[in-house]
């Protein structure tokens, strides 16, 4: 079992910043990569970027430049960072933790990101 708790969500100004932070308990020595995503008003969840177990790290093309993922293994906490805000970026933020042995997810609580005009 993967405990993930979402945090940094909130309300800012368009072209603002805001960091999220998902934080990951239990076996997390099982986790294999961990990804964000969102769900913006009325629209589906959509996949925003991964961070794998190795460090490698993609994102949604609508992201790229923009977010940042990280993590600090230390603190179980994986990151992501979002710069120069635009109101489409509004959504409550999920993040993922993907095992393989056997293969699952497990989502955490999410976080609302609201940008404003």
């Known amino acids: 079992q993967v405990q993930l708790v979402e945090s940094g969500g909130g309300l800012v100004q368009a072209g603002g910043s805001l960091r999220l932070s998902c934080a990951a308990s239990?076996?997390?020595?099982?986790?294999?990569?961990t990804g964000w995503f969102r769900q913006g008003p009325g629209k589906q969840r959509e996949w925003v970027a991964t961070?794998?177990?190795?460090?490698?790290?993609t994102y949604a093309d609508s992201v790229k430049g923009q977010f940042s993922i990280s993590r600090d293994n230390a603190k179980n906490t994986v990151y992501l960072q979002m710069n120069n805000l635009k109101p489409e970026d509004t959504a409550v933020y999920y993040c993922?933790?993907?095992?393989?042995?056997?293969?699952?997810?497990?989502w955490g609580q999410g976080t609302q990101v609201t940008v404003s005009s």
């Open positions: 961070i794998t177990i190795g460090g490698l790290t």
């Open positions: 239990g076996s997390i020595s099982s986790i294999t990569a």
């Open positions: 993922r933790a993907t095992i393989s042995k056997p293969p699952y997810g497990y």
